[in-house]
T-cell receptor, first 112, second 112 residues
Framework: GGIITQTPKFLIGQEGQKLTLKCQQN?????MYWYRQDSGKGLRLIYY???????QKGDLSEGYDASREKKSSFSLTVTSAQKNEMAVFLC???????????FGPGTRLTVL | QQKVQQSPESLIVPEGAMTSLNCTFS??????FAWYRQHSGKAPKALMS????GEKEEGRFTIHLNKASLHFSLHIRDSQPSDSALYLC????????????FGKGTQLIIQP
């Protein structure tokens, strides 16, 4: 088995601040994903990456950057935090694009 | 853009009864259909997936897919308190789990 670790667990930032969320997986999976989960809404895909140094935009990529410098890690940057994007950010990985996704425990973002 | 809707939003079922959860989707070219379960404060976890019309059973869980009516469902036989969770349906127009579009979820409570 493997595990997905997300850091930090809780992230508090000021409006307009640049914030970075990190995700590590030891499954040796090729594909990694970032989702946002708002209260009362489903998961929305922000970015995904099918291999090291690859980036693909999801439906909600505006206002975010991502980076996949190593196979095992995928980071997400909120370029200018806004109060309406307080949510839980979930990282996931899968062996390749077509396989079941395994999720991390999430980072809860609060913007003051 | 794919629209995925779940019903009901919340559901209370007595222990031992059958639970039925519904999901409709808008893109008739969709090829992959899945259910994820998320216990409170935990990561979503894949439950079952299906590619073609019909049904698939795994233990107490059955998934039904009717592509013509743009509908699939999850049925839980002999529902247990440990089944209480948020259930998310997900759809992809590709042959696998990449570019998943999730519904908003059904909050299920199994009452002992």
């Amino acid at each position: 088995g493997g595990i997905i670790t997300q850091t930090p667990k809780f992230l508090i930032g000021q409006e307009g601040q640049k914030l970075t969320l990190k995700c590590q997986q030891n499954f040796n999976h090729d594909t990694m994903y970032w989702y946002r989960q708002d209260s009362g809404k489903g998961l929305r895909l922000i970015y995904y990456s099918i291999t090291e140094n690859d980036l693909q935009k999801g439906d909600l990529s505006e206002g975010y950057d991502a980076s996949r410098e190593k196979k095992s890690s995928f980071s997400l940057t909120v370029t200018s935090a806004q109060k309406n994007e307080m949510a839980v950010f979930l990282c996931a990985s899968s062996m390749d694009r077509g396989d079941e996704q395994y999720f991390g425990p999430g980072t809860r973002l609060t913007v003051l | 853009q794919q629209k995925v809707q779940q019903s009901p939003e919340s559901l209370i079922v007595p222990e031992g009864a059958m639970t039925s959860l519904n999901c409709t989707f808008s893109d008739s070219a969709s090829q992959y259909f899945a259910w994820y379960r998320q216990h409170s404060g935990k990561a979503p976890k894949a439950l079952m997936s299906i590619f073609s019309n019909g049904e698939k059973e795994e233990g107490r869980f059955t998934i039904h897919l009717n592509k013509a009516s743009l509908h699939f469902s999850l049925h839980i036989r002999d529902s247990q308190p440990s089944d209480s969770a948020l259930y998310l349906c997900a759809v992809s127009h590709t042959g696998g789990a990449d570019r998943l579009t999730f519904g908003k979820g059904t909050q299920l409570i199994i009452q002992p």
